[in-house]
């Protein structure tokens, strides 16, 4: 079972970069799923949860109507559009997803029990 993220990068202040998570080994798709995002010396936050539907999200303040997650049941893939980039969103991102049982988007990291290794990105001022 694991996740794979990609997509991260360099981008000046205000680009744009596409993450992508993609599933393997099982399917995802009746999983809560979310993304995280670690700072050097900073704890994991939570950056962006997605319902087992796809309908449901929640977002914390600080990426809020700047950041889009999405998903692909079918293709067993997990998005998060970041647009507006700013410097402080500079971090290491994760894809994470929720046991089966869990229904609610959870903010917390340790609620979440499967987790890809993450990818890079880094915006410049």
């Known amino acids: 079972v694991q996740l794979q993220a990609s997509g991260g990068g360099s981008v000046q202040a205000g680009g744009s970069l596409r993450l992508s998570c ?7 798709s009746s999983n809560v799923m979310g993304w995280f995002r670690q ?7 939570f950056v962006a949860g997605i ?3 796809g309908v449901g999200s ?8 700047r950041f889009t997650i999405s998903r692909d049941k079918d293709k067993n893939m997990l998005y998060l559009q970041m647009n507006s980039l700013k410097p402080e969103d500079t971090a ?14 959870a903010t917390s990291r340790g ?10 990105v880094t915006v410049s001022s």
């Open 92 to 105: 290491v991102y994760y894809c994470a997803a929720r046991k089966e049982s869990a229904v609610s988007i």
């Open 111 to 120: 609620l979440y029990d499967y987790w890809g290794q993450g990818t890079q």
């Open 51 to 53: 319902n087992r539907s």
């Open 22 to 28: 993609a599933a393997s080994g099982r399917t995802f």
């Open 58 to 65: 929640n977002y914390p303040d600080s990426v809020k109507g």
């Open 39 to 45: 700072a050097p010396g900073k704890v994991r936050e």
